[in-house]
């Protein structure tokens, strides 16, 4: 929740406004959702108009009529905006009247800490332009006894009120480990404008992770990042056309008439910026000299100097290998403490990264896929990314997005695509633990919808090839001996049963020294043998 602080002189002059349309018509719906003991001219609830803005106002400023201003000269009008991020919907007034309650407890409005209370009153009129859901707080800082509210640190003070209160609310900690980047309303704007399903740096941001999860060093990461259709340039150092500090993206225009929107790549994600890419692949003298190379040829629009991983079929045997690496991966999460947020950043940022191959893969509109991938990037966006910190040899992910990038869904690799799925809903189930532990309920809750929820309908379509493979499979003469064996995707009695004994929602939280029900991991190749029960 984030808070905005400002001072005035003109207490009716802001409920009008408050009351009013807006600058941009935005002020909807006006009403009151909780106000100070003392204010009678108004009750929670009630819709406001330009009469009883100005009974409000006037009973609201009765005590620097009475007793003056004083040391607070001419500014002794608190305004205060509460504010949820777009993407966190919207919440009830009984819910806001709750939150107002408590920020105004917190900042010594109501007379809890023992000194004369302040008159003050909150009022909800919708979300914002850029679709913030927010409620404003009109505040007197004219005690009831003429003494003068303290606006010492007032700033500092409404943050630490806003935390405090998104941890009892469980609402979306702002200023807590992660952060994600806002949007400037013009790009909602410019979306709906093309009939766009999305903004274009959720586009774009689907294509970088996709993309850098999927390669092993830089060069591949823009080949294949060029092989998506976006435009990409490189960002060189001042006077140096050799050394690549950065880069921008953006979406290749729909006619000539158009100019292309860019954005460099730490201003889409955090965790997207280059340095932070670089920290993910492979660097030597030679993956340098390639990765030189490909920039230029990017800059120059000429095509890629070689071709590489992207450009081949997976075999069998990296379908196996991957699959069983996602679900070491697994395993190892298990033991990561719950403070190591670079670490935690890292397989999020994978995952999130294999669920955006996915859905660039199969998704032509965005749809589930696209979403986990949205969900799980919160975390791997941190609001400040330590130096980095050598571990020991990690499983990793990496190998799953670069299959989900490379090969299409059909009914000869639904097999292997439900088995990475479920090791892939692990490592969700380690992520979900590990907010649920460190009380980020909100970003639990968001990784366990994804999980639950929209996964749902990518599992029954795979459900669905698998079966049209082994019924083909089944008329054919000489059956592959695999085909025998129990579907990956069990029946969707089996699925309820084994969701409520195993699902998200009962399964406990992970706490410091202890480690969730280990899970067996077993491999498949695609089309071929199925290794049931074998620990990887």
Same mark, same amino acid.
Request: glycine residues 8%.
């Given at each position: 929740?984030?808070?905005?602080?400002?001072?005035?002189?003109?207490?009716?002059?802001?409920?009008?406004?408050?009351?009013?349309?807006?600058?941009?018509?935005?002020?909807?719906?006006?009403?009151?959702?909780?106000?100070?003991?003392?204010?009678?001219?108004?009750?929670?609830?009630?819709?406001?108009?330009?009469?009883?803005?100005?009974?409000?106002?006037?009973?609201?400023?009765?005590?620097?009529?009475?007793?003056?201003?004083?040391?607070?000269?001419?500014?002794?009008?608190?305004?205060?905006?509460?504010?949820?991020?777009?993407?966190?919907?919207?919440?009830?007034?009984?819910?806001?009247?709750?939150?107002?309650?408590?920020?105004?407890?917190?900042?010594?409005?109501?007379?809890?800490?023992?000194?004369?209370?302040?008159?003050?009153?909150?009022?909800?009129?919708?979300?914002?332009?850029?679709?913030?859901?927010?409620?404003?707080?009109?505040?007197?800082?004219?005690?009831?006894?003429?003494?003068?509210?303290?606006?010492?640190?007032?700033?500092?003070?409404?943050?630490?009120?806003?935390?405090?209160?998104?941890?009892?609310?469980?609402?979306?900690?702002?200023?807590?480990?992660?952060?994600?980047?806002?949007?400037?309303?013009?790009?909602?704007?410019?979306?709906?404008?093309?009939?766009?399903?999305?903004?274009?740096?959720?586009?774009?941001?689907?294509?970088?992770?996709?993309?850098?999860?999927?390669?092993?060093?830089?060069?591949?990461?823009?080949?294949?990042?060029?092989?998506?259709?976006?435009?990409?340039?490189?960002?060189?150092?001042?006077?140096?056309?050799?050394?690549?500090?950065?880069?921008?993206?953006?979406?290749?225009?729909?006619?000539?008439?158009?100019?292309?929107?860019?954005?460099?790549?730490?201003?889409?994600?955090?965790?997207?910026?280059?340095?932070?890419?670089?920290?993910?692949?492979?660097?030597?003298?030679?993956?340098?000299?390639?990765?030189?190379?490909?920039?230029?040829?990017?800059?120059?629009?000429?095509?890629?100097?070689?071709?590489?991983?992207?450009?081949?079929?997976?075999?069998?045997?990296?379908?196996?290998?991957?699959?069983?690496?996602?679900?070491?991966?697994?395993?190892?999460?298990?033991?990561?403490?719950?403070?190591?947020?670079?670490?935690?950043?890292?397989?999020?940022?994978?995952?999130?990264?294999?669920? !955006? @191959?996915? +859905?660039?893969? =199969?998704? *032509?509109?965005?749809? &589930?896929?696209?979403?986990?991938?949205? $969900?799980? #990037?919160? %975390?791997?966006?941190?609001?400040?990314?330590?130096?980095?910190?050598?571990?020991?040899?990690?499983?990793?992910?990496?190998?799953?997005?670069?299959?989900?990038?490379?090969?299409?869904?059909?009914?000869?690799?639904?097999?292997?695509?439900?088995?990475?799925?479920?090791?892939?809903?692990?490592?969700?189930?380690?992520?979900?633990?590990?907010?649920?532990?460190?009380?980020?309920?909100?970003?639990?809750?968001?990784?366990?919808?994804?999980?639950?929820?929209?996964?749902?309908?990518?599992?029954?379509?795979?459900?669905?090839?698998?079966?049209?493979?082994?019924?083909?499979?089944?008329?054919?003469?000489?059956?592959?001996?695999?085909?025998?064996?129990?579907?990956?995707?069990?029946?969707?009695?089996?699925?309820?049963?084994?969701? !409520? @004994?195993? +699902?998200?929602? =009962?399964? *406990?939280?992970?706490? &410091?020294?202890?480690?969730?029900?280990? $899970?067996? #991991?077993? %491999?498949?190749?695609?089309?071929?043998?199925?290794?049931?029960?074998?620990?990887?």
């Amino acid at each position: 929740m984030m808070p905005n602080v400002t001072k005035g002189e003109r207490m009716i002059g802001l409920i009008n406004y408050l009351v009013g349309p807006g600058r941009a018509n935005e002020h909807r719906d006006q009403r009151l959702v909780a106000a100070s003991d003392i204010i009678v001219d108004a009750e929670a609830g009630e819709r406001l108009d330009a009469e009883s803005a100005l009974k409000l106002g006037r009973e609201m400023d009765i005590p620097r009529a009475v007793f003056g201003a004083g040391k607070l000269g001419a500014k002794h009008v608190l305004h205060v905006s509460l504010s949820l991020p777009a993407d966190e919907g919207q919440i009830s007034d009984e819910a806001w009247a709750k939150v107002a309650h408590g920020f105004a407890e917190r900042m010594g409005f109501t007379g809890a800490d023992g000194k004369p209370p302040c008159r003050w009153i909150a009022i909800h009129h919708g979300p914002s332009k850029a679709g913030n859901d927010h409620i404003h707080l009109a505040v007197s800082m004219v005690r009831e006894d003429g003494t003068r509210w303290s606006q010492h640190n007032d700033f500092r003070r409404a943050q630490a009120a806003c935390a405090e209160l998104e941890a009892e609310h469980g609402l979306r900690v702002v200023r807590g480990v992660h952060s994600e980047r806002g949007y400037h309303p013009k790009e909602r704007e410019r979306a709906t404008a093309k009939g766009a399903p999305g903004l274009d740096r959720e586009t774009l941001q689907r294509a970088l992770r996709a993309s850098s999860t999927a390669s092993l060093d830089e060069a591949e990461f823009v080949r294949r990042l060029r092989r998506t259709g976006i435009l990409v340039r490189p960002r060189f150092a001042h006077g140096d056309t050799a050394t690549v500090t950065g880069y921008s993206v953006a979406l290749r225009p729909q006619s000539r008439a158009e100019r292309p929107v860019w954005f460099g790549g730490g201003r889409i994600a955090r965790d997207l910026a280059l340095p932070q890419l670089r920290k993910g692949w492979t660097l030597t003298e030679e993956t340098t000299t390639a990765a030189r190379a490909e920039w230029q040829a990017a800059a120059n629009g000429k095509r890629p100097t070689t071709q590489g991983r992207e450009a081949r079929v997976p075999t069998a045997a990296e379908w196996e290998k991957a699959t069983a690496e996602v679900g070491e991966l697994f395993e190892r999460m298990k033991t990561i403490p719950l403070t190591d947020d670079a670490l935690w950043a890292q397989f999020a940022r994978e995952t999130s990264g294999a669920f !955006a @191959a996915w +859905s660039l893969r =199969t998704e *032509p509109v965005p749809g &589930p896929l696209a979403e986990t991938a949205k $969900a799980l #990037s919160r %975390t791997a966006q941190l609001r400040r990314f330590p130096p980095r910190t050598e571990h020991a040899p990690m499983p990793s992910a990496k190998g799953a997005g670069m299959l989900l990038m490379q090969t299409a869904v059909g009914p000869s690799t639904a097999a292997g695509h439900a088995l990475l799925l479920a090791q892939l809903r692990n490592t969700m189930r380690a992520l979900h633990d590990m907010h649920k532990a460190s009380g980020r309920l909100q970003d639990a809750e968001r990784i366990r919808t994804a999980a639950m929820d929209r996964l749902t309908a990518v599992r029954g379509n795979l459900q669905t090839l698998q079966e049209q493979h082994l019924a083909a499979q089944a008329t054919a003469s000489g059956a592959s001996r695999w085909l025998a064996a129990a579907p990956i995707v069990e029946s969707e009695q089996d699925h309820a049963r084994r969701l !409520a @004994a195993q +699902s998200f929602p =009962t399964t *406990p939280a992970r706490v &410091p020294g202890t480690a969730p029900e280990r $899970a067996p #991991s077993s %491999t498949v190749r695609p089309g071929g043998d199925k290794d049931r029960g074998r620990g990887r």
